[in-house]
């Protein structure tokens, strides 16, 4: 693990949102996000905090743009 400085950890932190925010972020909803997570069928990176959960804000857009395409290709 690599030591953080304060600052960085705040700043990172400070980017997560809570379930229903990320399900607005990508337009669907916090129960598809939650069968997501369950069945592993995305890796969309969440953050644990008890039994609440998290997403980076920057985390979403990076999966975003992993699913972006450039044609009609599906796969």
């Not at 690599?2 to 990508?26: N, P, S």
């Amino acid at each position: 693990m690599t030591k953080q400085t304060i600052g960085e950890i705040v700043q990172r932190t400070r980017e997560l949102v809570d379930e229903k925010a990320a399900a607005e972020f990508l337009d669907t909803t916090p129960g598809t996000l939650s069968v997501w997570r369950s069945t592993g069928r995305y890796a969309l990176p969440f953050v644990k905090v008890g039994r609440k959960v998290r997403y980076r804000v920057s985390d979403l857009e990076a999966w975003l743009e992993q699913r972006t395409r450039a044609n009609g290709a599906t796969a």
